[in-house]
């Protein structure tokens, strides 16, 4: 190797260190120091509240600033296990998880932007072609999901992110699980509203195709500004969703009102799988003309050629792919 080309690499290393160890934090990893959240972020106001957790603002000593997600111990959560499975640019990412005695803090990207449900609600209700951009990037999301095994069981307009140039990231993975394929579940916890008939009248489901149906009352919500289902009482609404009775609105395309009824399907058999839906007209539409966002932000294999030159110099490979793993994460959290 000569030894401009040595010069080169070394330059690229050294310009690269700051920013890696900088990143450092990006790594899903676990530190049982029981100060150790404190005495990495500040706390700096609580941004949401569930049952059993909170969300914290916080900023790292760097001034990065982050989401927290504050989980009693004592509750039995899967979470922290489910977002360290997944990476997909329109998936909250998980960045850090660190355990106390008394609480897990799991330290998040910030997801710049409005819940679903606001920027609907702001518009009255958004116009097809806009609707369809944004679903398609909940469908690529809920498709991953699905074909690493995990399913959401919780796809509502507030547990999605949407910013000001459009992208979307689907958040809080608190009531998520993994499944086998066949695998039935039986517990519910989701929003009324949003549950399949099948977890209303039999208890067990099968948990890809609950998703399906909590799409269509997504994708319904976007198009009209109304849920599909709603009642004065538990037992009317529960009638409306198991009887599937809802009015689409006259302005809406043929080809939408198909595919809302295809994805609120009352049996769960033949209702479509994620992979089915996107094949469907009125999501193929000018499908054509758009860049593959996923695609985009994947970061490509390192070039074989400059993983050698970086052996050479004393690198192990193994470190290079990571490092050029963790730079990746840490431009989809800053730039995302």
Known sequence: ?????????????????????ECAV?????????DSFHSQYE?????GRGYTAE??????????????????????WSEAAIMRKMNHPNIISLLQVIDSDKKTYLIMELAEGEQLYEYVRKADHLKEDEARGIFRQILSAVSYCHKIGIIHRDLKPDNIIIDRKGNVKIIDFGLGTQVKPGQVVSFFGATYAFGAPELLVDGLY???KADIWALGVLLYYMVVGN??????????????IVTCKYTVPLGLSEELRDLLSFLMTVSPRRRPTVDEVMTHPW?????EALPNACEEMVPSLPDPAILEAM?????QAQDIKESLWLGFLCSLALHS
């Open 26 to 34: 990006l790594r899903p990893q676990s530190s049982l120091n029981p």
């Open 1 to 21: 190797m000569s030894s401009c080309c040595k010069q080169e690499c070394t330059e690229l290393v050294e310009g690269c260190t700051d920013f890696i160890e």
């Open 43 to 47: 706390v700096l106001k609580t941004i």
């Open 283 to 287: 999501l193929k539409k000018d499908v």
């Open 311 to 315: 052996e050479h110099i004393g690198f």
């Open 206 to 208: 099968d948990g890809p």
């Open 227 to 240: 849920l599909p289902f709603c009642a004065v009482t538990s037992q009317e609404l529960e009638k409306q």
């Open 55 to 76: 969300v914290k603002l916080a900023k790292r000593l760097t001034g990065a600033e982050v989401a927290v997600k504050v989980i009693n111990k004592r509750e039995l």
